[in-house]
């Protein structure tokens, strides 16, 4: 490992920006699919990593929802989960924040129930086996509409104990925050913690619109946020976080190379700005591989890696004695670093 792979390695961190079907990697969809006798539209696992290949979002997507067909039992669920809270242990992340698309299941008849079983069953595992903490955060798929969303939003009424938030997700373009309006406002009405994905291929006005419409707490990427100084401004006085994928980012084509990633200016403009691997198992990197390919294109200081990492724990949705455990250890990590 490099000297900055193992500084990054050895900070606690949370990830806030996580879909679990995205952390389904190739060997395990081969799996689940096997024993679930689902056929992928690929005939190998070299086969399926050689589609990894996008140029834009919806590209991505209809990789990702392809893949997510064979999920159907909770039993694919809790194997998926559990195998990314483990990979991610391994990172160092004490903290996860993960979101899960209901609709791409319900609509191939899997039920609600099936999902938070099985998510839920492997988050608990992970905070007794490895001291792991999380949060659950519903997308509504944002190209279907706002009739699809409020009934996912009642189905998950159930299990408010057990989802915290709700989010926006799916393709960007054409589907404005402005489209949920009704549904984050009977969410926000029942309790659920509002965040949306925006400004990854969308404008800077879908950023404010789900700032102002949907009343988020967290953007999720946000990077053309950038193009609206006012918005900008705005951010920065509320400090409100945005989480961002680089490694997404580079490989959706939302950047050129890594070395024009905003990610810098994003930090000397004093947003609070996270770092987060997205949908990990598409690309090409989980959270301390983001960590680092950003850092080493724009050159960060351990001073900026420091601050992504307790941005991160900031900006999660944990309680404030959680938090200030978490920034201890960070203190700690950096104060004194392993031998
Ligand atoms: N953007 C939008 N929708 C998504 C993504 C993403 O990066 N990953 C999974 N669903
Ligand atoms: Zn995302």
């Not at 402005?178 to 925006?198: M, N, Y």
């Not at 950038?226 to 680089?246: A, F, K, N, Y």
Request: one cysteine or more.
């Amino acid at each position: 490992m490099t000297d900055l792979a193992t500084f990054v390695a050895g900070l606690p961190k949370a990830e806030l920006h996580l879909h679990i079907e995205g952390t389904l990697e190739p060997e395990l969809a081969f799996t689940i699919a096997e024993r679930n006798a689902i056929d992928l539209p690929y005939s190998s696992v070299d086969e399926l990593r050689a589609a990894y290949r996008f140029s834009n979002l919806q590209q991505f997507l209809d990789v990702y929802y392809a893949c997510a067909r064979v999920l159907v039992e909770s039993r694919d669920f809790y194997d998926l989960t559990w195998a990314y809270l483990v990979r991610a242990r391994d990172d160092n992340v004490r903290h996860a924040e993960i979101f899960f698309d209901p609709e791409t299941h319900t609509a191939r008849g899997v039920a609600f129930e099936t999902m938070v079983e099985g998510i839920c069953q492997a988050l608990d595992d992970a905070h007794d086996k490895l001291g792991l903490t999380s949060r659950l955060i519903l997308c509504f798929l944002r190209h279907l509409d706002e009739a699809n969303a409020f009934e996912t939003l009642e189905a998950a009424m159930p299990h408010r104990d057990r989802i915290v938030g709700v989010g926006l997700d799916s393709g960007e373009r054409g589907n404005p925050p402005s489209k949920f309006a009704r549904v984050f406002k009977r969410a926000r009405e029942a309790g659920f913690v509002p965040v949306a994905h925006a400004g990854e291929e969308g404008p800077a006005e879908y950023v404010r619109e789900a700032l102002e419409v949907l009343k988020v707490r967290r953007i999720d990427h946000g990077n053309r946020a950038l193009d609206d100084p006012g918005l900008i401004d705005e951010l920065v006085h509320r400090q409100i976080p945005l989480t961002v994928c680089p490694l997404s980012n580079l490989k959706l084509c939302v950047v050129d190379e890594m070395a024009s990633h905003p990610l810098k200016r994003m930090l000397d403009l004093g947003l609070c700005v996270t770092v987060n691997s997205d949908d990990p198992a598409y690309f090409g990197g989980y959270i301390n591989d983001n960590y680092v390919a950003v850092a080493e294109a724009l050159g960060l200081g351990k001073d900026d890696v420091v601050r992504l990492a307790r941005n991160s724990i900031e900006a999660s949705l944990l309680d404030v004695a959680d938090k200030e455990r978490l920034i201890g250890l960070l203190e700690r990590a950096v104060s004194e670093p392993p031998p």
